[in-house]
């Protein structure tokens, strides 16, 4: 990924700077945000590092440690914990075999809570890199983590990330 051609994509204005991260972290392929594009972050906005920092560690959304190549956001807030979103929690962490906040094996998916998605008429929901899934059961997530799966072995290996 070429991260001075994304950041070059917006005005250097702090108004930007949400929509700046949040375009560096997408494009990485373990979705988050290295010290070394934070630096060319502040750089572009003449703004401090740490000042930079503020604002990754003000959104959950934003990470700074490595994650996986998609990730996986569970709402637990009360309406899906109502229709059932623990026991898919439960299923799908079995399925992938792994722990909340930690990468798979595979570095595939990264799975974390979250509070709610905005999506509660479809509850109980989760979404997969930004595109949202309701009324989950567990033969959904069955067939969503195979589609997944399936999209990435067919990409062309030398697609590059950010383009
Ligand atoms: S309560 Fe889960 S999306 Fe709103």
Redesign the pocket.
Known sequence: MDVNKIVARYPAEMDNLLNILHALQDAHPLNFLPEENLKVVARYLNTTLSSVYGVVNYYTMLSTKPRGRHIIRL???????L?G?GSVQEYLQKHLGVALNEPTPDGMFWVEL????????????MTIDHEPY?YLTEDDIVKIISEIREKDRSAKPDQPADE
């Open positions: 709402c637990h807030s009360p309406v899906c914990h229709m979103i979250s509070e709610c998605l905005g999506i509660c008429d479809v509850a109980p929901a309701g």
